[in-house]
């Protein structure tokens, strides 16, 4: 990927997301995708991450956790086709996609033209195409921080709240506005506003 502006974007409870697009009936109710009592969660709604049930935990745990679960079978042809066309939204921004799985790409900015506008128009075009083409929704924010063993305490984990160009070699701090915490997904926090420096690893904070 080159050095430009990157976007990752993320499908919220993806394989969940799609599996209801089938069943509107669920909606709003405690939904896993899975198997059996010896299975694992391969993916929880919101509804149901409320009760504490995650990918990943035994269904057996989940179903202790929220009695009220309800267990849909998974759907790989689905979870293939929806995939797809939502790789096929983000190639029509720019050519340089690099999926990272099914639900989850980096997508390099640099060649978008001006047509285009800043990330933030971008990103807000993806969310909208991707919901009224697909009936899921994503996530929009800067890469996810690469690991470092000096990384400081308090610093934000998985998307930081500022857009920064890629690989940036220059000591110095290049001045971003921030955009909202945790990615377009999630509501922003009030504090969250001016401007911050978005040098690697002095990602911005959030008090």
Not at 21 to 37: K, T
Not at 122 to 133: C, N, Q
Request: aromatic letters at 8%; one cysteine or more; a positive charge.
């Amino acid at each position: 990927m080159s050095r430009g502006w990157v976007m990752h974007v993320d499908m919220d409870a993806f394989y969940a997301a799609v599996s209801l697009l089938e069943r509107p009936d669920l909606r709003g109710l405690p939904v896993v995708v899975g198997g059996g009592w010896r299975s694992v969660v391969l993916a929880a709604t919101y509804e149901a991450r409320a009760y504490g049930v995650r990918s990943g935990i035994p269904m057996a745990t989940a179903r202790r956790l929220c009695p009220p679960l309800v267990v849909v079978r998974p759907d790989p042809d689905s979870y293939a086709r929806v995939s797809e066309a939502v790789m096929a939204i983000f190639a029509e921004v720019t050519p340089q996609v690099e999926p990272v799985s099914m639900e989850e790409a980096f997508l390099d900015l640099s060649a978008t033209g001006r047509r285009w506008g800043g990330p933030e128009r971008i990103g807000g075009w993806i969310r909208d195409t991707v919901a009224d083409e697909q009936g899921i929704t994503c996530s929009v924010a800067p890469p996810p921080p690469r690991p470092s063993p000096r990384w400081p305490p308090g610093s934000p984990s998985r998307t930081a709240c500022g857009w920064s160009p890629a690989r940036r070699s220059s000591p110095s701090c290049t001045r971003c506005r921030w955009v909202r915490c945790g990615g377009w997904g999630s509501p922003p926090r009030p504090s969250c506003t001016g401007w911050a420096c978005t040098r690697w690893p002095s990602w911005p904070t959030c008090p």
